[in-house]
């Protein structure tokens, strides 16, 4: 059975940073697409990072590139997302997903794209 479990979310002020992490259970793949992805209240979730697993560089939102990074532990089955600069508009509940035996060939990952999905974790930025 897969399961993704987010963790690392908290209430910071803006300028400080967080680590979230995923780890990633029941996966059999050789090739996926893992991503991370946010939605704030009243707005629709939206792809801000993603990492091909088995080849090929991270793609990035344009709204977290240079302050966000996306990577991967193997030998822990955890992804993370490392968030530098936090600023207010970074709000929202994150999460992560899989994509199964597929790669991503987009920067942005797309929600319909993504089999399997964590329950989240809050983020919150205060100014």
């Known amino acids: 059975q897969v399961q993704l479990v987010e963790s690392g979310g908290g209430s910071v002020q803006a300028g400080e940073s967080l680590t979230l992490s995923c780890v990633i259970s029941?996966?059999?793949?050789?090739?996926?697409?893992m991503g991370w992805f946010r939605q704030a209240p009243g707005k629709e979730r939206e792809g801000i990072a993603r990492l091909n697993i088995g080849g090929g560089g991270p793609g990035y939102a344009d709204s977290v590139k240079g302050r966000f990074t996306i990577s991967q532990d193997n030998a822990k089955n955890t992804m993370y997302l490392q968030m530098n600069s936090l600023k207010p508009e970074d709000t929202a509940m994150y999460y992560c997903a899989a994509r199964r035996g597929l790669y991503c060939y987009a920067d942005i990952p797309r929600v319909a794209d993504f089999n399997d999905w964590g329950q989240g974790t809050q983020v919150s930025v205060s100014p």
């Open positions: 029941g996966y059999t793949y050789s090739k996926n697409c």
